[in-house]
């Protein structure tokens, strides 16, 4: 009788802190699933994230460049924009923003509702402005009624518009990797191949910039510190915000989370997929050249750290009115 | 206690014969909601529906002309195509796309799974072609292993990508709008007004093209019987398919099901709003000219035609491969 309370009780002592030491000691935490969120200000986010007429040709929407249907990104390696004009940069995951230190590549948003306003009213994405977008809103009931109860007043503008979207954002973590699985304590949730590639994945540098929870979106680095990286893109990163020397070439380290859904890589997507991706980044960052099996180690691991997509309802939007004012695609 | 169970008995007869009267002589019928469908291959088919890389571009879907999101049509007068090319019809709904005799304006296509091929291979389109499609629904497993569940076959081909379309989008019929629940007798489902635009429907000769499930969608008609239709729109309509004089300008008459929602009207996309399709329409078709007060009573009935719309989780695709061909926005 004695040995049947010892036995789950040691195997139990065991558990807890052989858990707690991978918590404790892993450069990576897990993702925390969202815990504190607005619902009535994120369902009209979801509503206003994918409703078109917040674009000038009523074609857009932020989900054209942030697809949930495929790793919060357009997979393409720069963006197609208003006019079908190309952008200059590869449009970043919007899985798991919420967790980035600041936003776009360079950081020039603070946070989510700041990042929100801004492809709006980019003459090369949505090529809108902020004022017309408020005149389509009012123009529409639903939308009216729906921003007075989330927000308790009788104007709508756009500082709610992206305080709606950004905290729909909130809501776009992935938690539940098979990774964060393996760091909570389920070692059969990760092959040895996988923990082999994370080992490796630590061992040689790439955990000093991705880390955490996010696996990245923590810090600023030169893409190219060893070696310069050539690219055609006009992208200066940092530089162009700060004006400084010292920054050119600075761009935010990504989240590697999803990061076998968020193809093409890189500021430019000039890397078509994992494999060139921590080729390139060994050399010009770190000054190491992997082996092709070391290669596919890391990618193994990297492939771990997809987690549970976004699931929703595909948001029905309320109609335009008489008094909206038409989209203009052609002009 | 004979009353008891006589009251009851009558009520039933009562409701029963008048339900029936209603459904027997209303030119109109309420929709049918889906009873029959190949839930696989409809499951398959959301996800080819919105899946973008169904385009040369990699960034146009099914979706992105008929958005389940908004009436499933673009709401735009011509739709942005490749490289933002605009084209030269209005997009028609895919809601309730089931019940139409013929598919595409000019009725070219026999049924959903023929039409279906047709966007993805038009370069004013998706610009893509069939073999390119398979080529890259190859390259990801999940799709090898899903046509292989859903066809059991180990190959995939064109015609069991259109057939999933075309399967799912039978789902997308929008039964329970407010104008069949009155037909199908709760006589508060519609006010006085909107009874009074459904009899002056009728009453016009509306009805006489807009009739059955669809109120629409069974036949073709001349645009501009009375008076002749001025309009830039190069399109010839059924005698671009037949080469017959006698078919020109003739389109198929539209379904009016969710008209509220699926603005701008008529194959050219040229009428903005119900109140000047139900103006326009009255003049050319009908030679009527409608007081201000009458085409307000009509379009309150039109409003009543809106249904539920469908609702679905948003689908999340299978992530491309290294071997899956690179989408080509800007070539």
Chains 1, 2 share one sequence.
Request: glycine fraction near 8%; charge should be negative.
């Amino acid at each position: 009788m004695k040995n049947k309370i010892l036995i789950p009780s040691l195997v139990f002592v065991w558990v807890f802190t052989t858990t707690c030491m991978v918590l404790a000691k892993e450069p990576i935490e897990p993702i925390v699933p969202v815990k504190k969120i607005n619902l009535a200000e994120s369902e009209l986010g979801k509503k206003l994230y994918f409703d078109r007429r917040l674009s000038k040709s009523g074609f857009l929407s932020c989900n054209s460049c942030h697809n949930l249907s495929l790793g919060g990104t357009d997979n393409l390696k720069t963006s197609v924009g208003h006019n079908w004009q190309q952008g200059q940069i590869n449009a970043p995951t919007v899985l798991n923003s919420s967790l980035n230190f600041a936003q776009f590549w360079d950081g020039r948003a603070a946070n989510l509702k700041e990042q929100a306003g801004g492809p709006i009213s980019s003459q090369m994405e949505m090529a809108f402005t902020h004022t017309l977008v408020i005149d389509v809103l009012k123009s529409i009931p639903q939308y009216v009624t729906e921003f007075k109860l989330v927000f308790g007043t009788n104007s709508i503008n756009i500082d709610q518009v992206t305080q709606a979207i950004a905290e729909f954002e909130k809501t776009l973590v992935t938690p539940n990797s098979r990774f964060d699985q393996w760091l909570l304590g389920n070692g059969d949730a990760l092959t040895e191949d996988e923990v082999a590639g994370y080992q490796l994945f630590k061992q040689s540098g790439c955990i000093i910039c991705h880390n955490g929870e996010a696996v990245g979106g923590s810090s600023f680095q030169k893409m190219g510190v060893i070696e310069p990286y050539k690219t055609d893109s006009p992208s200066e990163g940092v530089g162009a915000v700060t004006g400084k020397e010292s920054d050119r070439f600075k761009f935010k380290v990504p989240t590697l989370r999803n990061v076998e859904l968020t193809y093409p890589y890189f500021h430019d997507g000039e890397a078509e997929n994992l494999t060139e991706a921590v080729d390139v980044m060994g050399r010009l960052q770190l000054g190491k050249e992997f082996t092709q099996d070391d290669n596919a180690l890391i990618v193994s691991f990297l492939k771990t750290l997809t987690g549970d997509q976004p699931s929703f309802l595909f948001p029905i939007l309320p109609p335009s009115t008489d008094k909206t004012p038409q989209p203009k695609p052609f002009e």
